[in-house]
């Protein structure tokens, strides 16, 4: 008998992620149409921009040999102004925040890995995240990877709601576990994966209830701004992070993934300055500092212009296909009784929610006849609520319009439409027979 490879417990509580399964299938299976995957659109990525950015950047040769080498941890000071004057921009600040040391910023592989990053930092097994239901399941994923006890909080269609999030918080301190509480997390815009965001009103108010309950241990709030700039008739709102007059207690993550290209990988967060060594320390673990040549080609598109001239394009497909989503949708469902949707004002998602019975999980009958008959793939809703949680909705999905062509859209719900129309009428006719 062969020895036994033994694996650690973050790696047991790691496996059987759904998000490698989903993107596999996206990649992979060209018969199918996937609506799952939120993978970006192809024909919006910057070839010609970044071909002419490179060849810019490597021009000079002494120049182009100190961008080829390594950069350092927290990403070279000059590209963390650069950044730092981007993020002024979208708080609508004239002062390139210039009182928001450079130190406190972190270039990163992505959005995820700061995620990822803040929760080796916060979280030791047992803690406690705090999140919206729905929310970003991948997300999900790393705080049980990290052992961490998730608890839901309720939203709306104006995001997280700040009475449910309080209530959260008393009844953990009249358990006596208030000091166990690490992080409240949240998706400020076009949320993945409802499409909603969290309204101007509730901004200031989340950031005031987690100040108010960082009482003998320091509670941080996690905004993840992956989808900030995808907005189409929806206003440019200030973030959360922009009400932590102090910041001391919000962490800011954004990325340029869903705006300029998921390939180059690169993002940054803003974080309490209590943080910033730990986080570093870590991230030198993983790798010293994310690619140098990538933080440079999104660095010189900030500063010449370009990069804006591309997000005023994206946005314009990305709110093409959502219209060709909504309009399929308005086709092909109406008249099923119990389906409803959201209709997103930016990002690159829609949330339908099906009749309760109707079950959307990986083991049900709408996905075998999804994914086998009609060839169409969906995100089932249940992955973006804790694994654990025996009162989450099993009759959700989430639909991307970002990978598919307008025509590949329409035709995906089409086929989604065949699928639950089958299952229902499946459901019906056992109804009729079984009236009990």
Known sequence: MSPVLRFSQQARRSADQAIGYLMQQAVENVSCISLAAGLVDEQSLPVETTRVTVADILQELSAGQRVLQYGTTQGPEPLRRVFRSYLASLEQRDDELRDLPLSQIVLTTGSQQLLSLVTQALFDPGDICLV???????????????????IPIQTDEDGMCPSALEAALGEIEDRGELERVRLVY?????????????????????????????????????????????????????SLWSF?????????????????????????????????????????NEDFGSAHLNQHIVARVLKTGQYATHVNSVRAAYQSK????????????????GVSWVRPKGGMYVWMKLPAHIPTGFDSELFRITTHVEKVMYVPGELSYPADWLARPRCEMRLSFGL?????????????????????????????????
């Open 132 to 150: 919206a239901a729905p929310t970003y399941f991948v997300y999900l994923g790393v705080l049980q990877s990290a052992g961490a006890r998730i």
């Open 186 to 238: 949240v998706v400020s815009d076009f949320e993945n994966p409802s499409g909603i965001s969290v309204s101007a009103e509730r901004r200031p108010k989340l950031v005031e209830i987690v100040k108010q309950y960082s009482r003998d241990s320091r509670i941080l709030l996690l905004e993840d701004a992956a989808y900030r700039e995808l907005r189409f008739e929806a206003e440019l709102l200030p």
């Open 244 to 284: 932590d007059e102090a910041r001391d207690t919000v962490i800011l993550s954004q990325t340029f993934s869903k705006s300029f290209s998921p390939g180059i990988r690169v993002g940054f967060g803003v974080l309490p300055q209590q943080l910033v060594k730990a986080v570093s320390d870590l991230k030198g």
């Open 322 to 337: 959502r219209d060709a989503m909504l309009a399929a949708i308005d086709r092909e469902f109406v008249g099923i009784p």
């Open 404 to 436: 598919q062509s307008p025509e590949g859209i329409r035709e995906g719900i089409a086929r989604l439409s065949r699928a639950v129309k089958a299952v229902m009428n499946t459901d019906a006719a056992e109804v009729r027979v079984c009236p009990s």
